[in-house]
């Protein structure tokens, strides 16, 4: 069973950081591609970056790369997005979820397990 809970967002001005951790307190991370994705308000879930299972193969957003960072530590069953330059638009609530298998990595259905969700506000 996967179990993920997000933290590390808040509120911070354009131009500055935001790490977010998600942990999973279940046994089976490491077999899981971890995706994180956001929704900004009035806005559908988007898909904002996806690692592998065995951290070999990152991919982003075009609105986010080079600017946001994702990484993951099978040994403490967590994926760490670091976010780097924020902009207001990236405003939103931010998730992160877990898939088996690495196809589909960018559509949000295809996700089984979703955390509940950090809030990250940039002001301008």
């Known amino acids: 069973q996967v179990q993920l809970e997000e933290s590390g967002g808040g509120l911070v001005q354009a131009g500055g950081s935001l790490t977010l951790s998600c942990v999973d307190s279940?046994?089976?991370?490491?077999?899981?591609?971890m995706g994180w994705f956001r929704q900004g308000p009035g806005k559908e879930r988007e898909f904002v970056a996806v690692?592998?299972?065995?951290?070999?193969?990152?991919y982003y957003s075009p609105s986010v790369e080079g600017r946001f960072t994702i990484s993951r530590d099978n040994a403490k069953n967590t994926v760490v997005l670091q976010m780097n330059s924020l902009k207001p638009e990236d405003t939103a609530v931010y998730y992160c979820?877990?898939?088996?298998?690495?196809?589909?990595?960018?559509?949000?259905?295809?996700?089984?397990?979703w955390g509940q969700g950090t809030q990250v506000t940039v002001s301008s």
């Open positions: 690692i592998s299972s065995r951290a070999s193969v990152p």
């Open positions: 279940g046994r089976t991370f490491s077999s899981y591609t």
């Open positions: 979820a877990a898939k088996a298998g690495f196809g589909a990595y960018g559509s949000a259905p295809s996700y089984r397990y």
